[in-house]
């Protein structure tokens, strides 16, 4: 992948400072360039080098072509009609070598934004994507705002404006050199001091006016972040919206975010039309400061010695240097208001990668799992804990991260294989922060967590409150996560399948689809109610066939004679339970065992193990499974 390992560059979050133009956007900045050309020969260095190859051949023809009218004044002055055909050819074939080098350039410039684009985001998602980075942005972390429009919008905007100013900022330092020289040879040293003083003068301005625009550029970001986001919340919630009749109030709060984006926004261009007064004084006094530099030499009779037609020519070609210098310097200024949204974006772009490379060195120092990938080749090497032991807790004290409210204190408990595990209490005591620090998504205040397992089908999969569907076909959907590792499907795996399917209730949905692989372009959320979201979870549960299955509050949606059908098939499947609800129905699945007691009025109940293995047939006759009771051979891995 393009960037590579997330922990192998730039440094950690540091203290956070106002968005400006500074020592912290520079480092900001180059830590990105590391990014966008890391590598050789990566694409994006050599394209890099060829549009500096580019720009160089075009500002040869460039230059080739200013020198054509100083030409044309001593041709037509001397009445040379062989002269002028020959350089009206010449200059033909000059305009057409710069338009196919300018037009290359445009070209090169855009492939570097798409290569500059996929490095740098392929990048970010590798650090996103690593553990639960993206958790803990998105619901333990207060201090990035919308990681998701950073990744996707500031991006594309970040990469877009630097590569329409790359052609220009890579050939300026050998422009001004050779102009220099160039200016310096026609004028003596007046010349190009004038022009570097102007320059610097212009640079100072720019920068006094260009560092409030950087601020409120962030803010607007933030904001337009923020307005998305509230019409994403009612695409999202549409129909519970509608139940509440609540089109009223939403329009009311969607218009106030769009005020308080549209007022940062006048501000902004507030702010903007002092920079664009500035570049634009500087752009028509560039022009004056050219026709000042070549007066002083004429006017001191340097060149008294010409005839008027030499002279015009020499003014002319002298003109072309000494603007060519300043157009170079104003166009450098010129790119103010461009390298403004440059560095807005690399703050925001920055900020995320800071707090990115800092969550990926961050390691809990109280929690420990045997691996952290899936594993579907089974474990390898020697376990300090017994294997059939997942979890092992002692003296687990947990508080909200974001309050510090005391949910649970000094819980020591092990989850072995084949005693299942109900946690109930009532609502706040944590029954659900507790599956997230056995999931390694919080921290506990105190105490240690070992998960002895493996993710997977060989290990522990949770089932959550609000399960999770992503875009695809059905078939991706039961198999999940397993897409990209999972060996290719075929006509056994699909009878799995549509078993587990019908096992889970949802036999019409092959038919609703269209077949198990059939793309499909609706969200899932938006066609299947809240119980056949619930089937769903579980259908891919039975596919995954783990030895524990962390399930919470996972048949609220559903009655309790399929509730029970459902636990019953886990635990035909071999599969541990670990389970927080609220129904008192969910005891049934709990055969005997201790009941150790949580804070809060919360406990757990361990069911006794399941029946040892033994090998028989179903009612159907068909051989079953030498782990799984009543289950046909052909369903279980």
Not at 11 to 27: C, K
Not at 155 to 176: D, G, N
Not at 289 to 318: C, H, Q, W
Not at 381 to 400: C, I, K, M, N, Y
Request: contains cysteine.
């Amino acid at each position: 992948m393009a960037g590579g390992s997330c922990r192998a560059r730039g440094a950690g979050a540091g203290g956070r400072a106002g968005p400006r133009l500074d020592g912290l956007f520079v480092r900001r900045f180059l830590r990105l360039q590391a990014v966008l050309l890391l590598g050789w020969p990566s694409p994006g260095a050599l394209m890099f080098l060829t549009l500096l190859g580019v720009a160089l051949l075009e500002q040869l023809a460039i230059y080739q072509v200013g020198l054509i009218p100083s030409r044309y004044y001593e041709v037509l002055g001397n009445k040379d009609l062989s002269g002028f055909k020959t350089l009206t050819a010449v200059c033909l074939a000059l305009i057409v070598v710069s338009s196919t080098l300018k037009s290359f350039d445009q070209f090169i410039c855009n492939m570097l934004y798409v290569s500059w684009r996929k490095s740098l985001t392929e990048y970010l998602h590798s650090c996103y994507f690593q553990g639960q980075a993206y958790y803990s942005l998105h619901v333990l972390r207060e201090d990035i705002d919308n990681p998701d429009q950073r990744i996707s919008q500031d991006v594309e905007k970040f990469c877009r404006q630097l590569s329409s100013v790359a052609s220009k900022l890579i050939v300026s330092p050998f422009t001004l050199a050779y102009y220099t020289y160039q200016c310096f040879h026609s004028t003596g040293w007046l010349g190009p001091v004038s022009i570097f003083g102007y320059f610097l003068i212009g640079t100072i301005i720019n920068k006094v006016l260009m560092s409030p625009i950087v601020s409120k550029l962030v803010q607007q970001e933030k904001l337009e972040g923020d307005f998305r986001f509230k019409h994403m919340q009612i695409r999202v919630n549409a129909e519970q919206a509608a139940f509440y009749r609540a089109g009223r109030v939403e329009h009311m709060r969607t218009d106030r975010r769009l005020q308080s984006l549209l007022q940062t926004q006048r501000e902004l261009i507030g702010k903007e039309l002092w920079l664009y007064i500035g570049i634009n004084t500087f752009d028509y006094l560039g022009s004056i400061l050219s026709y000042v530099v070549i007066a002083i030499p004429i006017f001191s009779g340097v060149y008294s010695d010409l005839s008027p037609t030499e002279l015009s020519a020499l003014v002319s070609k002298n003109t072309f240097v000494s603007m060519y210098l300043i157009n170079c310097f104003s166009q450098l200024i010129d790119l103010s208001s461009t390298m403004t949204d440059v560095a807005g974006y690399t703050h925001r772009i920055g900020e995320l990668q800071e707090s990115l490379l800092s969550l990926g060195r961050k390691k809990s120092g109280n929690y420990s799992e045997a691996k952290a990938s899936w594993d579907l080749d089974g474990d390898s090497g020697e376990d300090p804990e017994p294997r059939d032991t997942a979890f092992l807790l002692e003296q687990v004290t947990l508080s909200v991260p974001s309050s510090g409210k005391l949910l649970i204190k000094d819980l020591s408990l092990r989850i072995s294989q084949g005693n299942s595990v109900m946690i109930v209490g009532n609502t706040g005591t944590g029954k659900t922060s507790l599956l997230r620090v056995l999931g390694g998504l919080w921290e506990s205040t105190r105490g240690s967590i070992k998960m002895l397992t493996c993710f997977g089908p060989r290990g522990v999969v949770f089932l959550p409150q609000r399960p999770f569907f992503t875009d695809g076909s059905l078939r991706e959907q039961v198999i999940y996560p397993l897409k990209e590792i999972y060996p290719v499907s075929g006509s056994a795996d699909d009878e799995r399948i549509v078993r587990f399917l019908e096992l889970a209730g949802l036999a019409d949905l092959l038919k609703r689809t269209g077949g198990l692989d059939e793309q499909v372009d609706w969200n899932w959320y938006d066609i299947l109610s809240p119980g056949e979201m619930q089937r769903l979870s579980f259908a891919r549960l039975f596919y995954l066939q783990p030895k524990y299955a962390v399930l919470d509050e996972a048949t609220s949606a559903l009655t309790e004679e399929v509730e029970h059908e459902l636990y019953r098939v886990c635990l035909q499947l071999g599969m541990t339970l670990i389970s927080v609800g609220h129904r008192a129905s969910l005891q049934k699945v709990r055969r005997g065992g201790s009941t150790p007691c949580l804070p809060g009025g919360g406990k757990t109940e361990e069911a006794e193990k399941v029946p040892g293995e033994q090998r028989g047939v179903t009612e159907a006759g068909e051989p079953h499974c030498a782990r799984h009771r009543d289950i046909p051979q052909s369903l279980c891995y």
